[in-house]
T-cell receptor
Framework: KNQVEQSPQSLIILEGKNCTLQ??????????LRWYKQDTGRGPVSLTI?????NTKSNGRYTATLDADTKQSSLHITASQLSDSASYIC???????????FGTGTSLTVIP | DAGVIQSPRHEVTEMGQEVTLRCKPI?????LFWYRQTMMRGLELLIY????????DSGMPEDRFSAKMPNASFSTLKIQPSEPRDSAVYFC?????????????FGPGTRLTVT
């Protein structure tokens, strides 16, 4: 069964600190992996998208890594800001490209 | 561009009533997606269209749900009759090009409450 699991479920960090969110998947075959940020009451916004051949992708203070062999991805947030408080969702696409498997997200709270 | 537009933003209805959610995708996008999000199940893809044609509706929970896209700038998701377990946030998203490659842009969502 194709699955995407994220950890931790929730995380609280101090402003200015770094953090790393994890995404493990069993989707096979695999096309690409995306990380989305979802602010409360809003739709998800894409942060990064990586194909199976990419190991890392950055978007400002956000850096996603991918290990297609172990089927693991991480999202690293550097120098966190209060505005980083949101839910972060990992989405894996199957090779057909028309199947999307969603993680249940990690809720991040950045406190001053 | 105003982005993906959804209406209404909030909908409260009684069990058994018909509910219609509306979506206007970004101009020029040829793919449109309907998602449902709940705390328990997270985001779920319900159905998606390519060039106004439904491609995959395997995520539609049951016959009470139907979706249409009469033209490139408008889509509806209808629930008839609605049930309390349909309470969720419904998102519409659009993209240009193959969704496995290109970005999906989400609307602000419609929060549906069925009492």
């Amino acid at each position: 069964k194709n699955q995407v699991e994220q950890s931790p479920q929730s995380l609280i960090i101090l402003e200015g600190k770094n953090c790393t969110l994890q995404c493990n998947y069993t989707v096979s075959p695999f096309s690409n992996l995306r990380w989305y940020k979802q602010d409360t009451g809003r739709g998800p916004v894409s942060l990064t998208i990586m194909t199976f051949s990419e190991n890392t992708k950055s978007n400002g203070r956000y850096t996603a890594t991918l290990d297609a062999d172990t089927k693991q991805s991480s999202l690293h947030i550097t120098a966190s800001q209060l505005s980083d408080s949101a839910s972060y969702i990992c989405v894996v696409s199957g090779l057909a490209g028309n199947q999307f498997y969603f993680g249940t997200g990690t809720s991040l709270t950045v406190i001053p | 561009d105003a982005g993906v537009i959804q209406s209404p933003r909030h909908e409260v209805t009684e069990m058994g009533q018909e509910v219609t959610l509306r979506c206007k995708p970004i101009s020029g996008h040829d793919y449109l997606f309907w998602y449902r999000q709940t705390m328990m199940r997270g985001l779920e893809l319900l159905i998606y269209f390519n060039n106004n044609v439904p491609i995959d509706d395997s995520g539609m929970p049951e016959d009470r749900f139907s979706a249409k896209m009469p033209n490139a700038s408008f889509s509806t998701l209808k629930i008839q009759p609605s049930e309390p377990r349909d309470s969720a946030v419904y998102f519409c998203a659009s993209s240009y090009g193959q969704p496995s490659v290109y970005e999906q842009y989400f609307g602000p969502g419609t929060r549906l409450t069925v009492t």
